[in-house]
């Protein structure tokens, strides 16, 4: 596998981490996300009107620049590192990837506004007992006419207080698999509990009565999206891989910076042995997310079976490395590291919740080790 980038690529990250750096201060994006609307519109306009990162990788006719999955990673990777709260997950891995395997007209408006800022979605997918399996849905769209009509409950639905459009799972009468409609986010007959999670971002439980909908709310066939949705998880996983890859980068930094300075009987703590190996042991754990991290972009396009495999081994891989490397570095820094003024707690918090996001680490290794044998089976039965 080559893991080199090109000099777009470089480029790419360049000037976005040079603009996080200078732009994206960690004060004002806690109080936006604590206080404020969840969300710092100016950053969201530069987003896609300085840096161009909300189509990069997306496509040319949409107003994209027609990047891939390795400039996704590049930039989940960046926004892992500055503790970005913007909605880029949501709205340009999972939701534009939505959008644009199932074509029309709809959703390319959608996408084009999606590229210029102006359109931010989610994905409304999970219910009271879906787990992970988003198959698992009992919402439901029948038709009214020429539109439809949609009944059901969501919950855990990030973003969705600051979303324009919902893009809602439900099943039709008559078909085994999953249909996605377009949902405006005032719609009448949506209703909306809005919180805050953990991690200081925005996220809600929905309920649907009697949504009504325009027939052109259907994205793609019906009864035909399930294998986009399996592919949108598989590319969320990839990209909350980067961004935690970009979080452990810069919790490490921090926490042997800290080492070099803070004294203890009269020299630096970092002098202690037993806290260099546990940096160690930090750095460890780092290496082996990176790898992962490369792995699941890169396989992103390779056949469904072998992809998420490599989604769910960097999943778990992922979860085990973010509870470390977070554990490890509010240890180190003593009582100041559960503190709301220090960086770190902040990104413990982050780190916490990407555990258990697009699925849990026992969820992945169960699935990685059900994929496993799946594979083996039809090994031996050719």
Same mark, same amino acid.
């Given at each position: 596998m080559d893991?080199?980038?090109t000099a777009e690529q470089q480029l790419l990250r360049d000037t976005l981490t040079e603009f996080l750096a200078a732009r994206y201060d960690l004060e004002k994006s806690r109080a936006a996300a604590r206080v404020g609307i969840g969300r710092q519109p100016e950053i969201w306009r530069a987003f896609a009107t300085e840096v161009g990162i909300l189509g990069a990788a997306l496509p040319e006719e949409v107003g994209g620049f027609d990047g891939g999955p390795v400039e996704t990673q590049i930039i989940a990777e960046a926004m892992g590192g500055a503790l970005v709260v913007e909605p880029y997950l949501d709205t340009v891995v999972v939701g534009a990837g939505l959008l644009r395997r199932a074509g029309g007209e709809r959703a390319a408006d959608l996408l084009r506004g999606t590229v210029s800022g102006e359109v931010i979605t989610t994905l409304a997918a999970l219910e009271a007992d879906s787990g992970y399996n988003l198959?698992?849905?009992?919402?439901?769209a029948r038709r009214d006419g020429e539109g439809w009509i949609l009944d059901g409950a969501k919950t855990s639905v990030t973003t969705a207080p600051l979303a324009t459009h919902l893009l809602v799972t439900a099943r039709t009468p008559g078909s085994a698999g999953l249909s996605l409609f377009v949902v405006d986010a005032g719609a009448a007959g949506l209703s909306m509990h809005p919180y805050r999670?953990?991690?200081e971002r925005r996220? @809600?439980?929905?309920?649907?009565d009697?949504?009504?909908v325009p027939a052109d709310a259907l994205l793609g066939w019906e009864g035909a999206s399930d294998d986009s949705l399996a592919l949108a998880a598989d590319e969320a996983v990839a990209a909350i891989a980067a961004e935690a890859v970009g979080a452990m980068r810069r919790v490490l930094s921090d926490t042997v910076g800290y080492a070099k300075q803070?004294?203890?009987? +009269?020299?630096?703590? +970092?002098s202690f042995q037993v806290l260099q190996h546990r940096m160690v042991d930090m750095h460890l754990e780092l290496e082996q997310s990176i790898a992962a991290m490369y792995l699941v972009t890169l396989k992103l396009g390779a056949a469904p079976t072998e992809r998420a495999r490599a989604a769910a081994a960097a999943k778990a891989t992922i979860g085990r490395a973010a509870r470390f490397?977070?554990?490890?570095?509010?240890?180190?820094?003593g009582a100041m590291g559960m503190t709301e003024e220090l960086a770190i707690g902040h990104y413990f918090k982050r780190l916490t919740a990407i555990q258990y996001e697009w699925g849990t680490?026992?969820?992945?290794?169960?699935?990685? @080790?059900a994929l496993t044998r799946a594979g083996d089976a039809n090994s031996a039965a050719t």
């Open positions: 893991f080199e980038y198959s698992r849905v009992s919402t439901t999670t953990i991690d996220a @809600a439980d929905l309920v649907l009697g949504v009504a803070r004294k203890q009987f +009269g020299v630096p703590i +970092g490397l977070g554990q490890q570095a509010v240890q180190l820094h680490t026992d969820q992945h290794i169960a699935r990685y @080790a």
